[in-house]
């Protein structure tokens, strides 16, 4: 009686890792990393030879260093006596408030002008096009200058706001004064702080009720109580769906509980930490309290949403457009409004079409951010990677830091969109 036995197995030749195709792409990817390793272990070598033939060494010890340099513009606190590590890091918020600031303008203008673009009415869609390709085809870097000189030489002086024949009066009652120095808005200040302090004393002939004794732990425990608000919204959400799949109904107010998850925990916070407002006023020859944007950040942020608006613009439209129009013929027949066909239909389709390339205009307007320079916007771009530069010496250091910063937040920019591109791609069943 025959009896069945295994093949023998053919033996391992290292000629295989070559000719045979399951093992000759992992023999590619290994001998690539290790050219590129050795390519790295060169160039870092090769740099670190020749500082030391230039008398230098490789050391980040002048972050500790005096900086001996004032910011005009700063989300902290911040003087010339400060280290350059700090004046890195106040760079470095200006950065992300610019691209913070300048994505969701550009996002709000960008949807906008792509659904008007469709428009069926004839000057609705031409001035949309000429605001598209004039903005697409002009370098952003004139864009900053006309908006820091329109801003600069055509807005009225402060000293214009002066007595009852004012040449200029402030706007969104009387709360914003816009001015050829910058833009003064009401400051969010706190009356009370964790620890219980109450406001500090007057100073500068300020009142002691705008001056705020507080630390980065009010605004922490604020942020806390949102960003818990929008996880608990989120839960909601998701029950909310879970139960209508279920049984065909949408439990009722569902909107009001999401809503009110987000809003109650941070007006209560708000509420305990005795939140008020801090108005400018013209004093002298200039306005005092409030907030000041310098010209130069609202010319920056104007730029790049307008000029990264323009692309996001054909982005939505490309997207609209990939949505069949059964889709739209098919809400029509139901009786919706066109309103609500372009935001319950057609728009929850098209994000899937939209989402990739929208990733890579958050990351160019993020990285454009850099030309903040040539208007005297400190950003990180100007401050580790200029003024400290040139009073340390330090190129190479102070280069590899400014790198490794855009790499980190273009690496957590595209983790977050993606991570919101698989929540709204079409999922098979």
Not at 20 to 37: K, N
Not at 108 to 127: D, H, P, T
Not at 222 to 234: H, K, N, Q, R, T
Not at 363 to 385: F, I, P
Request: proline content about 4%.
């Amino acid at each position: 009686m025959a009896t069945l036995t295994d093949p023998p197995q053919p033996s391992f030749h290292f000629s295989q890792l070559i000719y045979d195709t399951r093992y000759r792409s992992l023999t590619i990817q290994v001998v690539a990393f290790i050219l590129i390793m050795w390519g790295l272990f060169e160039l870092v070598t090769n740099a670190i030879q020749n500082l030391s033939a230039l008398g230098k060494d490789f050391d980040f010890g002048f972050l500790g260093n005096r900086a001996g340099y004032d910011i005009n513009q700063r989300l902290i606190e911040y003087s010339n006596d400060s280290t350059h590590g700090r004046a890195a890091f106040v760079g470095i918020l200006n950065t992300l408030l610019v691209a913070f600031l300048g994505c969701v303008f550009a996002t709000i203008l960008g949807v906008i002008a792509g659904v008007l673009r469709l428009s069926k009415n004839w000057i609705v869609g031409r001035l949309m096009t000429v605001y598209v390709e004039g903005f697409r085809n002009i370098p952003l870097l004139l864009w900053i200058i006309v908006i820091f000189a329109v801003m600069t030489e055509g807005m009225p002086q402060p000293r214009d706001f002066r007595g009852e024949d004012a040449e200029a009066s402030m706007i969104l009652g009387q709360s914003v004064a816009v001015t050829n120095r910058g833009v003064y808005i009401p400051n969010v200040v706190f009356t009370r702080s964790l620890g219980g302090n109450e406001m500090s004393e007057a100073a500068d002939g300020v009142p002691a009720a705008v001056i705020p004794a507080v630390s980065f732990g009010d605004w922490a425990l604020f942020l806390v109580a949102l960003i818990g608000g929008i996880v608990v919204s989120g839960i909601i959400g998701r029950w909310g769906k879970a139960k209508q799949e279920a049984t065909g109904i949408r439990p009722p107010g569902l909107f009001w509980m999401r809503a009110a998850s987000v809003v109650l925990p941070a007006t209560l916070v708000l509420i305990a930490l005795g939140v008020t407002l801090d108005y400018p006023e013209l004093r002298g020859f200039n306005f005092t309290g409030g907030v000041h944007l310098r010209n130069s950040l609202i010319a920056l942020w104007f730029a790049l949403s307008l000029y990264t608006g323009a692309f996001i613009a054909e982005i939505v439209r490309a997207g609209i457009m990939s949505v069949s129009k059964g889709q739209t013929e098919a809400s029509s027949a139901l009786g919706m409004r066109a309103s609500w066909t372009m935001n319950l239909v057609v728009l929850p389709q098209a994000m899937r079409v939209i989402i990739p390339p929208l990733i890579s205009q958050y990351l160019n307007l993020t990285k454009n951010s850099s030309l903040a320079l040539a208007v005297g916007y400190m950003d990180v771009r100007s401050t580790l990677g200029g003024i400290t530069i040139n009073q340390t010496g330090r190129e190479l250091e102070g280069m590899l830091l400014l790198g490794a910063f855009y790499l980190a937040t273009s690496l957590i920019i595209s983790a977050v969109m993606n991570v919101y591109n698989n929540s709204v791609k079409l999922k098979e069943r």
